[in-house]
């Protein structure tokens, strides 16, 4: 299964944005969708996931501010990003992951800007 991301961009601090990923094949078996993200300079680092059951959890930084949310008849999963900050500046992922974690490939990702 491959995933496109789309829905990135640049915008001021404080702002929003909502991220798409749009899978090749059906999802709703997949154990966990998951958002990495690749600051600049920086390893890429799980920002959030969302189990088949419906069940989140996301990285310290982005609790209050991000909700991942899937839509297994779509196919699809979505992050939106509220209260926008610099440090979120980076590639953002959309991916597969099973018990053991990401199983999928990488796609080339959807560019976030967060600047003034």
């Known amino acids: 299964v491959q995933f496109v991301e789309s829905g990135g961009g640049l915008v001021e601090p404080g702002g929003s944005l909502r991220l798409s990923c749009a899978a090749s094949e059906r999802i709703a078996s997949i154990y966990a969708m998951g958002w990495y993200r690749q600051a600049p300079g920086k390893q890429r680092e799980l920002v959030a996931r969302?189990?088949?059951?419906?069940?989140?959890d996301y990285v310290d930084s982005v609790k209050g501010r991000f909700t991942i949310s899937r839509d297994n008849a779509e196919n699809t999963v979505a992050l939106q990003m509220n209260r926008l900050k610099a440090e979120d500046t980076g590639v953002y992922y959309c991916?597969?992951?099973?018990?053991?974690?990401?199983?999928?490939?990488w796609g080339p990702g959807t560019q976030v800007t967060v600047s003034s």
């Open positions: 991916v597969g992951m099973g018990c053991g974690g990401v199983f999928s490939s």
């Open positions: 969302i189990t088949s059951g419906g069940m989140t």
